[in-house]
């Protein structure tokens, strides 16, 4: 056509690559899309695996640490710690959890006496309370703590010479996503 001017190109010029900018646009939605899904995957998978895994993880541990400073107790020379334990749960009504941390203790004091020789400053920071056991009703004590034996510790109570008591105290748990709270 006359009288258009057409604009001059030399020969070697490629023409503008508008596909590079397709494609880079292409690569950021897919690193969007790949960083979205992530998120989601983890949005639902770290609820439950913190819930079932790593809140129980964290009160075991603590639970431990409740079990070894009762275990390094300073009781009086008549008296003696059978066994120490911890455990993690509920321990009462609502939806919590709780370490309750104990120990069994055989010796020749009174409940008073006993009570009066562990009121010491660790003592009271574990708010220990000594209670008697009765060995016609000692059947818990093996569920609490297993190493008396598949009858519960009855026989170990009825048979051993002193008075028995056990000692208890219930504190704070490291985290609430623990399934055995709830």
């Not at 596909?19 to 770290?46: D, H, P, S």
């Not at 203790?105 to 008697?132: C, H, K, N, V, Y």
Request: glycine share 10%; aromatic share 8%.
């Amino acid at each position: 056509m006359p009288g258009t001017r057409r604009a001059h190109r030399p020969p070697n010029a490629r023409p503008v690559d508008s596909g590079r900018m397709r494609r880079g646009a292409k690569r950021a939605v897919k690193i969007t899309l790949a960083v979205v899904g992530v998120a989601v995957a983890l949005a639902f998978i770290l609820p439950p695996a913190t819930f079932l895994v790593f809140g129980p993880l964290a009160n075991n541990i603590k639970a431990h640490s409740v079990r070894s400073e009762i275990r390094h107790y300073e009781l009086p020379s008549d008296a003696e710690m059978v066994d120490a334990g911890s455990w993690v749960g509920n321990t009462g009504n609502g939806n919590h959890t709780e370490i309750v941390g104990g120990a069994i203790i055989r010796g020749d004091l009174t409940q008073a006496e006993l009570s009066a020789a562990l009121d010491s400053e660790a003592a009271r920071e574990f708010r220990i309370d000594p209670l008697p056991i009765d060995p016609e009703a000692a059947y818990w004590l093996g569920d609490l703590f297993p190493d008396l034996g598949a009858d519960g510790g009855r026989e170990l109570v009825a048979s051993a010479p002193g008075n028995w008591f056990f000692c208890h105290s219930t504190f704070q748990a490291f985290t609430q996503m623990d399934i055995r709270g709830h």
